[in-house]
């Protein structure tokens, strides 16, 4: 069973910066590809950021420039890091990460992130 630990969340003032991070106990070679997504209230919840394998990137139109996925392996242990600069009101949300293993989807429990203007 894949275990995803995800930290980092929390309030900020807008232009600040955070850094998100999601630990997942899975190895490189069972993953297609590692993400972000947030779901705002009364909203549905949408892509932020994605990572392959191969360490492709894709953005949301809203977050290119200001937001960058990356990350990090170790044996049996992937942990995926968005890192939030120029931090907008409309960038809150929860945050969950997602790992698409070659089996099936997994996702966090979540982290919230409030910038106040």
């Not at 232009?15 to 899975?26: E, I, T």
């Amino acid at each position: 069973q894949v275990q995803l630990v995800e930290s980092g969340g929390g309030l900020v003032q807008a232009g600040g910066s955070l850094r998100l991070s999601c630990a997942a106990s899975v190895s490189i070679f069972s993953i297609n590809a590692m993400g972000w997504y947030r779901q705002a209230p009364g909203k549905q919840r949408e892509l932020v950021a994605t990572i392959t394998r191969s360490g492709s990137t894709n953005y949301a139109d809203s977050v290119k420039g200001r937001f960058t996925i990356s990350r990090a392996n170790a044996k049996n242990t992937v942990t995926v890091y968005l890192q939030m600069n120029s931090l907008k009101p409309e960038d809150t949300a929860v945050y969950y990460c997602n790992v698409e293993t070659i089996f099936r989807d997994h996702w966090g429990q979540g982290t919230q992130v409030t910038v106040s203007s």
